[in-house]
């Protein structure tokens, strides 16, 4: 990696990791509660459906936590009143009233025998704790499985999930620096996270030449989150936020 680069991606990283970029981005949505398992509660969800256009997103997300959860989350998910909702009540695209159901009854269960979803998180990497985490879900729901919460391991020929969404969660919930993320879990080491990677981080990337492979699945990310712990070893996924900003530029360049 060049030091023009690496400037460059620390200058990107600077400028976008700020305050201002909560307003428009689903980390408004922790941000807006205050007690630990509401706001770890509201982080899953909210990374749950980033997705797609961002203002889109930010819709789904208010009816979600405003108007389906009235802003009590884990009161909603222990009271169970999920159970009686209609489950083709669509949300955000693909993901239905049924679908948060199921994350509810998961959410119950853990809630039953653990104080904190860190709890979950935090055993061994962050591969296993994702992996804890969907087979916990899935012990709650007869078994099933959600595609809403991706697999790090290959299944059924499927190579193995980047697992974005749950990685982007664990930035909001583990980096420390209190700017745009929480930090709120302190046995995750920020130095541990993976970068979330989608299909525009993943291209810009590839147009940096700091990644060559050409899947987007769990390799790759350890790839590319290996060549960002060569710009900081404690911190890697802070530059998330240089590799949004990039794809921003370019979006808004090729707008004009």
Known sequence: MTDALAAFLNEKAEKYNCKEFIDND????????????????????????????????????????HHIMCDSPYEYVMRGEWERADGNVNIHRTFFMRDLAYI???????????????????CGDVWEGIARFRTLLAQANNGDVTRHISSPDAV??????????????????CR?????????????????????????????????????????????????TEQLCILSPDDPVKYDFALFGIGVEEKNVNNE
């Open 156 to 173: 059924k020929g499927r190579p193995a999930s980047a697992c974005k969404r749950l990685h982007m969660m664990l930035r909001w919930l």
């Open 26 to 65: 689903p980390v408004q949505f922790p941000h807006a509660f205050s007690n630990r398992r509401d706001v770890e509660i509201v982080a899953l969800l909210a990374s749950v459906i980033a997705w797609g256009n961002r203002r889109m997103i930010i819709n789904s997300g208010n009816r979600m936590f």
């Open 176 to 224: 420390q620096d209190g700017i745009v993320d929480l930090g709120i879990w302190k046995k995750i080491s920020p130095a541990s996270l993976m970068i979330p990677l989608d299909v525009h981080v993943s291209r810009i990337s590839r147009q940096l030449g700091l990644l060559d492979r050409k899947q987007n699945d769990r390799r790759s990310v350890e790839l590319l």
């Open 104 to 122: 509810c009854r998961g959410l119950r269960h853990i809630y039953s025998g653990y104080d904190t979803l860190e709890t979950v998180f935090a």
